[in-house]
């Protein structure tokens, strides 16, 4: 079955660094376009950044264009999100999915970003 892990979230205070994984089975990896959401306390779940199925092409939320990253291991099977100058509005939930493919979404992994 399509499985999502994502991992690496905590508390962190404004201008830090996080840096979470997404690890995926059950599916071919390399074939799919692979995406960031986050949803925070009281709000819609919202597009944070996208990898092409090559890692070549990406795309980002204005929100958090310059300050994340987006990044990808096929051999690993796993997608990356590296998050610097953290702001309190980062914090969310974040999912990682894979674009196209139904019912992909895991538990999300929790970032604050607080003092």
């Known amino acids: 079955q399509v499985q999502l892990v994502e991992s690496g979230g905590g508390l962190v205070q404004p201008g830090g660094s996080l840096r979470l994984s997404c690890a995926a089975s059950?599916?071919?990896?390399?074939?799919?376009?692979m995406r960031w959401y986050r949803q925070a306390p009281g709000k819609e779940r919202e597009f944070v950044a996208l990898?092409?199925?090559?890692?070549?092409?990406?795309n980002y939320a204005d929100s958090v264009k310059g300050r994340f990253t987006i990044s990808r291991d096929n051999g690993k099977n796993t997608v990356y999100l590296q998050m610097n100058s953290l702001k309190p509005e980062d914090t969310a939930v974040y999912y990682c999915?894979?674009?196209?493919?139904?019912?992909?979404w895991g538990q999300g992994t929790q970032v604050t970003v607080s003092s």
């Open positions: 990898i092409s199925t090559g890692g070549k092409s990406t």
């Open positions: 059950g599916f071919t990896f390399s074939r799919y376009q």
């Open positions: 999915n894979a674009y196209s493919l139904n019912d992909s």
